[in-house]
């Protein structure tokens, strides 16, 4: 299996929508959902239990639509499968766990950098609802933690 992957992220701040692509030289996974500040730390949370071995599946509704997704790990591989109604079907990824995670970890982090230098974060006041809030900022320290580990 390739495990040459790259994280794109993009958070819509006035919507709160969010996607996260990860891309090998065969594939690319997108997960997307409204209301970030809560999918975020979801997504977060889902991955470190998955790679922790907490769970072995997960579904992640998103917020604003109908999709799904389920992730599920047998503790080295990572199964994807987004159940989507626009454009309707099932659409299957597989990808190495811990590549995946390290991926979404470093593509993060060279977000939260980039809104930096641009000024963005740190927020000047902490909204509730806002995609980059504390809330889910303390949910990446978590996760990251968990894949430095």
């Known amino acids: 299996m390739n495990t040459n992957y790259i994280c794109f992220i993009d958070i819509g701040f006035s919507g709160g929508d969010i996607q996260f692509d ?3 030289d065969t594939q690319l996974f997108s ?12 997504f977060f949370s889902t991955l470190a239990s998955l790679y922790k071995g907490e769970i072995s599946e997960a579904q992640l509704d998103c917020e604003g639509n109908f999709d799904y997704y389920i992730f599920s ?9 987004h159940n989507g109604h626009y ?25 939260l950098k980039q ?21 889910v900022l303390n949910a990446f320290d978590d996760f990251s933690s968990i894949v430095s580990s």
Do not use: M
């Open 31 to 42: 997960f997307k959902s409204g209301i970030g500040f809560i999918a975020i730390p979801n």
């Open 73 to 81: 790990s047998d503790g080295e591989r990572l199964l994807i499968e």
């Open 22 to 24: 990860v891309s090998s």
């Open 87 to 111: 454009p309707e079907g099932i659409f299957k990824y597989e990808f190495n766990l811990k590549e995946y995670i390290s991926a979404i970890c470093t593509g993060f982090q060279e977000y």
């Open 115 to 135: 809104l930096e230098r641009e000024g963005i974060l740190p927020l000047k006041n902490q909204e509730l609802a806002h995609p980059l809030g504390e809330n």
